[in-house]
């Protein structure tokens, strides 16, 4: 492992090339048009917002859990609940960039009805990353608040706890503004989460200090952990706090939608990733309290604390960093390190891409930075 991340190679992905080399993938898994294109969106969108952990790099799990079974495509939500402002469909293990646009988009229809609307969302396949579903609803002019599990993965030690027992278990909220930016609060419950440990994985580099446990509960920071046998665990970020809210993750995401929650019973293997989401849609508009610029006005206030000396800057708001990285890649291209990128193009050919498909030549002619 080296502790240098400056030593690791990266090759640089222009958007278009990793976008288009997901679709053939997804075409070659048996995908339609549509749902290729929903699934490339997503992932090149996550790696532009720096999300690198639920990019591109999902493509090698997503082959394998086709492969297995796990991961069904062309899958369609079925509704389980039809109560009006209150839903809930099941996504039949179905391509979750799918699942989750599709049950974003009847929520939205709802919330624009009745002003709020509840949506859970079952047994999807991986719904990736979640601020991507709060800006759907946010490009509506809706907040949402997202509460999601990821059932029967043993990831996560509780806080107390010496092994893992749950998952990184995501929480999100968006709050859209007029002319301004949305506000945007997406992570993982955990204290990193598990695709940066992969990254860091393989990069080869440590994972952040007090992000992760050794099979005997004892702090590390070495990803190899959660790879290796005998496993360690992910701590969950924020003490007693976050350990808390990863809970009600699961609670609300997984046992409140009727999905698969975490026991010994449901533990599964990393090869399939089962999310179920609990999704609050609400329309400003309905409360008619957006207007009054306390919003904009306290935002500014919290902008204008001064630097810490020493710091470069002051407080970034949530949805910043994501915006900043966003401009920053769109210009320059995607940075992969060799062993993702490498990945990327081994599960290409498993899936089926033959080798001078031209989407997978540009993929593998993209240079080292
Ligand atoms: N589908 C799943 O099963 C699953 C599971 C876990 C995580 N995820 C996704 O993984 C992604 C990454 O999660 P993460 O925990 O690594 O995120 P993270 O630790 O990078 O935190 C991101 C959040 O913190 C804000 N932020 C970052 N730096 C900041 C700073 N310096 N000042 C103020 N705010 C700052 C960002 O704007 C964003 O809202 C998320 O998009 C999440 O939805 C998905």
Known sequence: MTSNPAAVTTRIVPPAVAH????????????DEREARLVADHLVAANLAGHDSHGVGMI??????????????????????????????????????????????????RAREYGLALVGLRNSHHVGRIGHWAEQCAAAGLISIHFVNVGGSLMVAPFGGSDARF???????????VGEPTILLDFATSAIAYGKARVAHNKGVEAPEGSLIDHEGRP??????????????LRAMGLHKGGGLAI?????????????????ETAHDATSIYNSMTSILIDPNALGSLDSGAADAF??????????????????LPGEVERATRATRTRDGLPVDETTWRGIADAARAAGVPDDDTTLAAWNACAAA
């Open 20 to 31: 288009d080399l997901v679709r053939t993938v997804c075409d070659a898994l048996g995908s």
């Open 60 to 109: 090698p799990t997503y082959v394998g859990s086709a492969a297995a079974g796990g991961l069904v495509v062309n899958a369609e939500l079925e509704t389980v609940t039809d109560a009006g402002a209150v839903l809930v469909v099941d996504g039949v293990h179905g391509f979750g960039q799918a699942m989750a646009f599709d049950a974003m988009a009847v929520g939205i229809e």
């Open 167 to 177: 998952s990184t278990n995501p929480f999100c909220v968006a709050f859209p503004r």
């Open 220 to 233: 590390t920071d070495d990803p190899s952990v959660l790879f290796d046998e005998p496993h360690g665990a």
């Open 248 to 264: 009600m993750c699961e609670l609300l995401g997984g046992a409140l939608t009727g999905g698969l929650t975490t026991r010994e």
């Open 299 to 316: 935002l500014e206030w919290v902008k204008a604390s001064p630097a810490p000396a020493g710091a470069e800057h002051g407080p970034l």
